[in-house]
């Protein structure tokens, strides 16, 4: 028992050890690992002097142990993701490579996208530690696809992994190191330098690809590869937001219910087996009770492999492998001692799964339903189910996990409890036990010999069998359908609430009556003693990469100029301006301006309009609904002056040098905003225009050395000037000479290339100005993403 105890203390060290290194602000080198090694084995050799003393110092030398283990995992991890990294980078950006895909191909934006594992680099080979795993886009001919488990030579260009950093919104530089990948490839077109080395033998393609040419046409589809074979690149921009707006998305990730289901089922035949086995040998039963267990673990692994073994799909494996082997071996853990070495497994394995949004879901939930249980039901009626404890599972889980929803996605499916309680029990019982038989039966029966010469079954009666699976999941997307629109957003103020009510529920259900106390103390105190001032207005100059997006805020509304890029399915709108008004509680804009139509600067003009819904609207173009944005318009917006200075007229096509130059003030702080306007529209506007003396300003067209006049420059002067650009843009912005133009002017020069989002905060007594990348604590792997070659 005591050595249960001393080992549940070193895993809780262990834990906090791996998950503060993903949040250390440098990584250490190989240098620290002998300190780190020798204290380790010090406390470990003189553990007994501490029992000696008293409990305390015995629980303070575990952790410890734990907490240095866990340093020394993610301190060889981490070096190893930067090692693997620099590999990628050191023969340059263009390089000739030989790589296995391991991953099925999904549409892009511009054509395709895979996973790569590079095994060679322009002839060298690369030992099996340090090869790099790479997302790569290509537009290839359609006859001359690469496929899963294939190997190719590419021709491709290496790109670092450059994302956006604001306030809210994807953060892509995250999501790349949860998931292990060191870059991304840009593979040229030329075909002569991209062929085929290897054909595939991959038998999950075989059968995905079966599974593809009997689901053609089926409205299912995409939910039924996603459910057979973990990819979810089928399913669509509409069918992600139903699924998100009923509470759905868990389900069309192969994770923990369904690796679980996966070995119910296996538990299930085998038991059957067992059973039939021992009937027909008279045996007794004890003699073959494993076989339910390693028919359990085969069903599992062969799901699990189906999925591609994704990383929430082994994390999944391990707690299920423990479960198992805690039966096969006859040890009886807790179901917390479970979570504890399922956690420990995991992030010893994959220290930067932490990163994902899927492992605090996993674990939320595990935990939720464990302790909804706890608060409900009494000593002697936890092993007792009903469908009474259903319902509460299901409100805990909601109450629970809406501390998460709302901090990773900005809002609740309110539906979601109803909807969870119905399908989830049709998804377990029915859908996915269906698509395993189709699974299965294609997987046996698609053989030559069985079915020409037995003739025990052909294509239409498999097409049939498949149909059956569309039919199973026909209830849900008519259900999609119904609550579509249920997606509540909501700011983060509502997630700190909702933690706070599961933690009074809590409290009052277990008599803790003092920590009520002072929880409602602490809330007290955070409510009427903010951490820091508020500023009596805003402007947010976002990191939208190569445009622009301005948000002017003040007093919980907002104004925006232009709106950033947008492309096939998706815009910079929809992807952190949206997020990032909706975290504040901000779900209309005041007004929206836009400089000019180009792009970069307008692309998201319609998801704004749609989704925000600005109470007024200017441009300098004409567009229906719109007010002019020209010369001497003027007005007033929660007391601040809103002046336009360029461009004389209204044109039926803005482009930069019909940019809407505007500038905002409260009397004091003198804000101008742009555009793209060029430098003849620059040499007028300054000769005709009676500007205040300004103190920030936009640098006009990003950099380009078309804008920033040298007697604009002189003229306007400000204190900083923000160019909004995209780190390692094709356009080379911004000009160095540009650049250098306003340093020597004694003006300082900030981008988002390098800040990230920059904000402004103006007080009643002065400004203050941030960079979030530089301003902010950042963690280490953000460097070694951005720094490929840099």
């Not at 991304?184 to 991209?194: Q, R, S, T, W, Y």
């Not at 909601?398 to 499916?413: K, M, P, Q, R, V």
């Not at 259900?479 to 629109?485: F, P």
Request: hydrophobic share 50%; glycine share 6%.
């Amino acid at each position: 028992m005591v050595a249960h105890i001393n080992r549940n203390y070193i895993l809780v060290g262990l834990i906090f050890g791996i998950a503060s290194g993903a949040l250390w602000s440098s990584m250490p080198t190989l240098n620290w690992v002998m300190p780190i090694v020798v204290l380790f084995l010090v406390l470990f050799f003189t553990k007994d002097a501490f029992v000696a003393k008293n409990n305390y110092c015995k629980t303070f030398s575990y952790l410890a142990q734990g907490l240095l283990l866990g340093c020394f995992i993610m301190i060889i991890h981490g070096n190893h993701y930067r090692h693997v990294t620099e590999t990628l980078f050191s023969q340059g950006n263009s390089v000739t490579t030989q790589a296995k895909v391991i991953s099925f191909v999904q549409s892009a934006v511009h054509g395709q996208q895979m996973l790569l594992s590079i095994q060679r680099i322009n002839n060298i080979d690369l030992p099996i530690y340090a090869r790099p795993t790479v997302k790569a886009f290509f537009a290839l001919p359609e006859e001359n696809q690469p496929q899963l488990g294939e190997y190719w030579q590419f021709q491709i260009q290496v790109k670092p992994i450059i994302g956006q950093l604001n306030d809210a919104g994807f953060d892509s530089e995250q999501y790349y190191v949860s998931n292990q990948w060191h870059g991304k490839a840009v593979i040229e077109p030329e075909d002569g330098l991209n062929f085929r080395i290897k054909t595939s033998h991959s038998w999950r393609l075989w059968l995905y690809d079966k599974a593809t040419s009997y689901l053609s046409g089926f409205d299912s589809k995409a939910f039924i590869i996603a459910l057979a074979f973990g990819d979810r690149g089928l399913i669509s921009d509409q069918q992600w937001h139903q699924l998100r707006d009923s509470g759905l998305s868990h389900l069309m990730a192969i994770s923990g219910l369904h690796i679980g289901l996966a070995m119910a089922i296996g538990w299930s035949v085998g038991c059957a087996i067992k059973s039939l086995i021992c009937g027909i040998t008279h045996s007794s039963y004890s003699v073959f009770r494993f076989i339910p267990l390693i028919i359990s673990f085969a069903v599992a692994l062969f799901y699990a492999y189906l999925a591609g073994f994704a990383l929430p799909t082994q994390r999944a494996l391990i707690m299920g492998s423990l479960v198992l082997f805690m039966l096969a071996s006859g040890i009886h853990w807790s179901v917390w001692q479970i979570l504890l070495y399922s956690l420990s497994l995991i992030l010893a394995s994959q220290p930067m799964s932490i990163l994902q949004v899927s492992f605090w879901l996993s674990f939320g939930a595990i935990v939720i339903i464990y302790l909804s249980l706890w608060f409900y039901l009494s000593q002697h009626q936890r092993t007792k189910f009903n469908w009474r404890q259903v319902v509460i599972i299901q409100l805990g889980l909601f109450i629970g996990l809406a501390f998460l929803s709302i901090a990773f996605f900005g809002g609740i499916s309110w539906i979601s409890p109803v909807v969870n309680l119905v399908v989830i029990p049709w998804v377990s019982f029915i859908v996915v036990p269906v698509i395993f038989l189709c699974l299965i039966l294609t997987a046996i029966f698609h053989q030559g010999w069985l079915i020409n010469d037995a003739g025990l079954i052909n294509d239409s009666w498999l097409a049939q069998i498949w149909r059956l699976a569309d039919l199973t999941l026909q209830p849900i997307l008519w259900l999609l359908q119904l609550v579509e629109g249920a997606w509540l957003a909501l700011s983060n103020y509502w997630s700190l609430v909702s933690v706070l009510f599961a933690f009074v529920l809590i409290a009052w259900r277990f008599r803790f009556y003092s920590t009520l106390y002072i929880t409602a103390l602490v809330v007290l105190l955070w409510q009427f003693f903010p951490a820091r001032p508020k500023p009596e207005w805003q402007v947010q100059v976002l990191d939208v990469g190569q445009g622009l997006a301005v948000l002017i805020r003040k007093d919980q509304q907002s104004v925006l100029y232009d709106t950033g890029m947008s492309w096939q399915g998706g815009s910079i709108a929809n992807s952190i301006i949206v997020p990032l008004l909706h975290k504040s509680g901000e779900h209309q804009l005041s007004g929206l301006l836009i400089s000019h139509t180009d792009l970069d600067h307008a692309g998201g003009r319609a998801d704004i309009e749609s989704t925000l819904y600005p109470q007024w609207k200017r441009s300098s173009e004409y567009i229906e609904g719109y007010q002019p944005c020209i010369k001497g318009q003027k007005w007033q917006w929660q007391q601040l002056n809103f002046d336009v200075v360029w461009p004389p007229k209204q044109v039926k096509r803005a482009y930069n040098p019909h940019s809407c130059v505007v500038q905002v003030s409260d009397g004091q702080f003198n804000l101008l905003l742009t555009g793209d306007v060029d430098a003849i529209s620059e040499i007028i506007l300054i000769r005709d225009s009676q500007l205040s003396d300004v103190d920030v300003m936009t640098v006009p067209h990003h950099g380009s050395a078309t804008s920033s006049f040298p007697s604009f420059v002189e003229s306007i002067k400000p204190s900083v000037a923000i160019a909004s650009l995209a780190l390692n843009n094709q356009w080379g912005l911004p000009s160095q000479d540009v650049k250098r133009r306003y340093q020597q002017n004694a003006i300082q020069w900030m981008d988002t290339a390098y800040g990230g989002q920059i904000t402004i905060s103006i007080y009643t007594n002065g400004w203050l100005i941030e960079q979030k990348r530089i301003n902010q604590y950042q963690p280490w792997y953000r460097q070694i993403v951005r720094k490929g070659l840099e």
